[in-house]
T-cell receptor, first 113, second 116 residues
């Protein structure tokens, strides 16, 4: 069975600084996808970034990037130049081929002015 | 293009009452999902529908039923609500669960349910 762990229930960062959210997962598959979703106070779940497990190159989307360590089963999210609008819950998720998503418990990030 | 919509946004029920949560998507997606979100537990899958006409249990199906009314709509029913079902419920859709593991799920805004 797949499991996803996010060891930081809450984090805070000053505006314009960089923060890294950690995620570890467990899966018996060799090919899978990893996702980070953002849930702002509006509760809408928004896809931030995704990573293919068979690609060694780390995914980037503007200020968001990941550090994917397949052997360690680690998938951390780095947010550069943090903005007030980044304040949200962040969920890490893993998906094997043809199967459903498995989500972690989330990390609540507060960006401070 | 509204994406995924859910009604109602908020509901209070008494123990034993029944209700149906509605979900609709306008993206022509084949697969639809119902999750519940509880503090410290992330999102847990209740039921899903891989395609029109099919439904399957997820991780926490007990106490719920679903109906895939057509390709657009996927409803979640609580026949006899219990306080343990107090939660935030999210509907999601994706192009197809079998299209590949890279596909993305798109979420509705959620329904906050309080069972007294």
């Amino acid at each position: 069975a797949q499991t996803v762990t996010q060891s930081q229930p809450e984090m805070s960062v000053q505006e314009a600084e960089t923060v890294t959210l950690s995620c570890t997962y467990d899966t018996s598959e060799n090919n899978y996808y990893l996702f980070w979703y953002k849930q702002p106070p509006s509760r809408q779940m928004i896809l931030v970034i995704r990573q293919e497990a068979y690609k060694q190159q780390n995914a980037t989307e503007n200020r968001f990037s990941v550090n994917f360590q397949k052997a360690a089963k680690s998938f951390s999210l780095k947010i550069s130049d943090s903005q007030l609008g980044d304040t949200a819950m962040y969920f890490c998720a893993v998906r094997n081929y043809g199967q459903n998503f498995v989500f972690g418990p989330g990390t609540r990030l507060s960006v401070l002015p | 293009n509204a994406g995924v919509t859910q009604t109602p946004k908020f509901q209070v029920l008494k123990t034993g009452q029944s209700m149906t949560l509605q979900c609709a998507q306008d993206m022509n997606h084949n697969s639809m999902y119902w999750y519940r979100q509880d503090p410290g537990m992330g999102l847990r899958l209740i039921y899903y529908s891989a395609s029109e006409g099919t439904t399957d249990k997820g991780e926490v199906p007990n106490g719920y039923n679903v109906s895939r009314l057509n390709k657009r709509e996927f409803s979640l029913r609580l026949e006899s609500a219990a306080p343990s079902q107090t939660s935030v419920y999210f509907c999601a859709s994706s192009e197809s669960i079998s299209a590949g593991y890279q596909e993305t799920q798109y979420f509705g805004p959620g329904t906050r349910l309080l069972v007294l």
